[in-house]
């Protein structure tokens, strides 16, 4: 399985942006798709993911109040969607897979597939 981020760029505070992870694949259900980000000098975090088959979304804690996670399987497509988008927002942002399960997991280990990355930068 294949992941392709897009989506990143330079974002004023306060903007919204949506990231997308286009997986190669015609059956998005067979799998878990997380995101991921890593801020410079930090290690990289998880921010949200959603099952496969049950479409169930999870957030971290940080990410639950202006996060969105959601998917268009015709497009085998995951979307990444940030509001009020704040500088500690700046990383490179990755998607993920794992094969699916009923909720997935806010836990990088599990993961299988990981994408390139896009980067998002949010000037203070």
């Known amino acids: 399985l294949q992941l392709v981020e897009s989506g990143g760029g330079l974002v004023q505070p306060g903007g919204t942006l949506r990231l997308a992870c286009a997986a190669s694949?015609?059956?998005?259900?067979?799998?878990?798709i997380g995101w991921f980000r890593r801020a410079p000098g930090k290690e990289r975090e998880v921010v949200s993911c959603i099952a496969g088959r049950t479409r169930n979304p999870s957030y971290s804690d940080s990410a639950r109040e202006r996060f969105t996670i959601f998917r268009n399987a015709a497009e085998s497509t995951v979307y990444l969607e940030v509001n009020n988008l704040k500088p500690e927002d700046t990383a490179v942002y990755y998607c993920?897979?794992?094969?699916?399960?009923?909720?997935?997991?806010?836990?990088?280990?599990?993961?299988?597939?990981w994408g390139q990355g896009t980067q998002v930068t949010v000037p203070s």
């Open positions: 694949t015609q059956n998005l259900d067979d799998y878990d």
């Open positions: 993920a897979a794992s094969p699916w399960t009923s909720w997935c997991a806010l836990n990088e280990s599990w993961y299988i597939y």
